[in-house]
């Protein structure tokens, strides 16, 4: 499968940034931005658990936008107070992001439990966005190959290969994360060779041609005027977006870069 044949991907990962009315507001206003625009990219917005709800219902005849959760808990039920299951958001959501560093640092989780997140998602038909990435302190120590390489086997080792095709993986250095200066902003060749070595993890598991079906994403501080330097990289299939994601005008722009395999500005 050749790169154009995955359909460029983009995420909106809106965090903690909202009231519940303001998200109903951003949805509704991404969804007025891209009312006349004909969309080849995928578009998943992420909003707080309490909005999923009313983002579902918001986008239900839309063929532009599906919803995603932030993240969820490894179980399927159980005395878990504070958290949420696949269950629990499977009526509103048909994606999910997992492993976000944000919640790995919160929480302590290990790669391991990120992995059964995974499958449990793909048990429920939900499709995983599963974050990797390094900490500066691992770039700073040339650690970046080991660790994501350690992440990205970890859920691969469990994975089949149909199953493959259903999964992506947002590469997010996490000194990249809510960066402010450009010179904080990695290197896009640098990106371009860490998803390699995740391909080529999936390929080494699985064969190219089942590798070739994975779409792998870029996260880390992406904005309207950064977005073309990182997607047109070999082997990106598009772009997890946090801060940009929550104003509906700079997230339509990103959109709008990646259309037609990203020829438009
Ligand atoms: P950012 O967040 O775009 O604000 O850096 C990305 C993410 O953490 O998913």
Redesign the pocket.
Same mark, same amino acid.
């Given at each position: 499968m050749e790169r154009k044949e995955r359909k460029r991907l983009v995420v909106g990962?809106w965090?903690m940034q909202l009231s519940h009315k303001a998200e109903l507001e951003t949805i509704g206003a991404i969804k007025n931005l891209l009312k006349n625009v004909a969309l080849d990219v995928e578009v998943v917005v992420c909003p707080s658990f309490p909005s999923l709800a009313g983002v579902a219902e918001a986008v239900k005849k839309s063929t532009k936008l599906a919803v995603g959760a932030q993240n969820i808990h490894w179980e399927e039920k159980g005395a878990w107070t504070g958290s949420v299951s696949v269950l629990q958001i499977k009526p509103f959501a048909q994606w999910c992001i997992v492993g976000? $560093?944000?919640q790995r640092a919160l929480t302590g989780e290990s790669d391991e439990e990120v992995q059964v997140k995974v499958s449990t998602l793909l048990k429920y038909g939900l499709t995983p966005v599963v974050?990797v990435g390094e900490t500066a302190q691992e770039r700073a120590s040339e650690q970046t190959t080991a660790r994501v390489s350690e992440q990205t086997k970890t859920i691969l080792n469990k994975m089949t290969r149909v199953s493959l095709s259903k999964l992506v993986i947002t590469y997010?250095p996490i000194w990249?994360?809510?960066?402010n200066q450009p010179d904080e902003l990695p290197d896009p060749n640098n990106i371009a060779g860490t998803m390699l070595l995740i391909r080529k993890l999936a390929a080494d598991r699985f064969g190219v041609e089942a590798a070739e079906r994975l779409r792998i994403l870029y996260?880390? $501080?992406?904005t309207p005027d950064n977005v073309a330097s990182f997607v047109f990289e070999p082997g990106v299939d598009g772009v997890?977006?946090?801060?940009? $994601?929550v104003h509906p005008g700079q997230f339509v722009n990103i959109i709008k870069q990646l259309q037609g395999g990203g020829s438009q500005a």
């Open positions: 990962n965090k976000h $560093s944000e974050c997010e990249a994360i809510s960066a996260g880390g $501080s992406v997890l977006v946090g801060g940009a $994601s």
